[in-house]
């Protein structure tokens, strides 16, 4: 019939969808580039530039302890083998030629201990403090960072 219009079906444009979409995608990355060039090939002000990589740690091994413990009554041992994380290359060089001097420092220190005093996780860690202060007191060149005990062994 002439006088009846058939409704028309509402057509749903998913080309303009996906060219929203496409273009949403391509404004994003446009910003993380620019944002990538900005923090990274930009020097920032007052001198500070990209962050630097953090230089090749100067580890010193030193040779295994074993050592008598002060346990009253007791004879208790401690079998230890630890690494130095030292500051800078001197300071190696340092170490080494102080070899016997810094041997006899750390028996003393370890000699000295009672087994009760280093079993726990905190009782290592203020060990190897009093370590790293004996030992930097005695070293000129530099200092301590960190040490780790590569073994520990109480019997």
Do not use: W
Request: proline share 7%; net charge positive; aromatic share 6%.
């Amino acid at each position: 019939m002439p006088g009846k219009e058939e409704p028309k079906e509402v057509q749903n444009k998913p080309s303009s969808n996906k060219l929203l979409i496409i273009v949403l995608v391509l404004v994003v990355l446009l910003g993380a580039g620019v944002a990538g060039v900005y923090f990274n090939l930009i020097p920032l002000p007052h001198g500070k530039g990209p962050v630097k990589k953090k230089e090749k740690p100067v580890l010193y091994s030193m040779p295994t302890f074993l050592v008598n413990l002060a346990d009253p009554g007791a004879k208790r041992y401690l079998k230890v083998t630890m690494v130095l994380d030292l500051s800078s290359h001197e300071t190696a060089k340092e170490c080494s030629a102080m070899d016997p001097q810094l041997r006899d420092l750390i028996l003393t220190v370890l000699s000295n201990q009672q087994s009760d005093n280093i079993v726990t996780p905190s009782e290592k860690l203020a060990l190897k403090e009093q370590l790293m202060q004996s030992v930097d007191h005695v070293l000129t060149k530099g200092k301590v960072l960190s040490i780790y005990f590569t073994d520990f062994l109480i019997q």
